[in-house]
């Protein structure tokens, strides 16, 4: 089994519609990111979380919304969706006592209409 | 700011025909370039990690070597399978561990 799981891999839904993508991960890493993917752009930081009680803002995180609701999930809302959400989302963990490489699970494609 | 630039953006290459990758970047105090490898539709997958100038990592085809403004990917002998996107990140010295992406080199290995 993989251990950084994405649901769902694939959404379509509609301008305004809330969509809420999760993430599970069986690694035991303490902390846990979202991403997204864009062409031309490169990965992004939407969120990040180190524990959780800790929940952080990336770079991109207006639109967006997260829940730590345990150590091994990260859950990522988008409250109204719009087109221009429509990208390649990614969850990654890493290990704080460990070295610093990020693991990332498969992502969810995503397209707003 | 921190910046991370791969090139070339493409490349193609026959089987068998080595080259390099190239990441340079800007950081405000280097604290790990990271390569991943990513395939169509799925997410990338953790390569090497290196910390310091003169550093290298090999694995099976892949070499990464690092200098004080830039990271090179050399792939020796190239198969098909080795097609893909890699990517090239760096964590910079802010106490958190974010990671500056570049946009990636899209390889594509011939027969």
């Known amino acids: 089994d993989a251990d950084v799981t994405q649901t769902p891999r694939n959404r379509i839904t509609k301008t305004g519609k809330r969509i809420m993508l999760e993430c599970s991960q069986t690694k035991g890493h303490d902390r846990m990111y979202w991403y997204r993917q864009d062409p031309g752009l490169g990965l992004r930081l939407i969120y990040y979380?180190?524990?959780?009680?800790?929940?952080n803002k990336g770079e991109i995180s207006d639109g967006y919304s997260v829940s730590r609701q345990a150590q091994a999930k990260f859950s990522l809302s988008l409250e109204s969706a719009i087109p221009n959400q429509t990208a390649l989302y990614f969850c990654a963990t890493s290990d704080s006592t460990s070295a610093p490489e990020q693991y990332f699970g498969p992502g969810t494609r995503l397209t707003v209409t | 700011e921190d910046q991370v630039t791969q090139s070339p953006e493409a490349l193609r290459l026959q089987e068998g025909e080595s080259s390099s990758l190239n990441c340079s970047y800007t950081v405000s105090g280097l604290r790990g370039l990271f390569w991943y490898r990513q395939d169509p539709g799925k997410g990338p997958e953790f390569l090497f990690t290196l910390y310091s100038a003169g550093e290298e990592k090999e694995k099976e085809r892949l070499k990464a070597t690092l200098t004080k403004k830039e990271s090179f990917l050399h792939i020796t002998a190239p198969k098909p399978e080795d097609s893909a996107t890699y990517l090239c990140a760096v964590r910079a010295n802010t106490g958190f561990q974010k990671l500056v992406f570049g946009t990636g080199t899209r390889l594509l290995v011939s027969p």
């Open positions: 979380s180190f524990d959780v009680k800790d929940i």
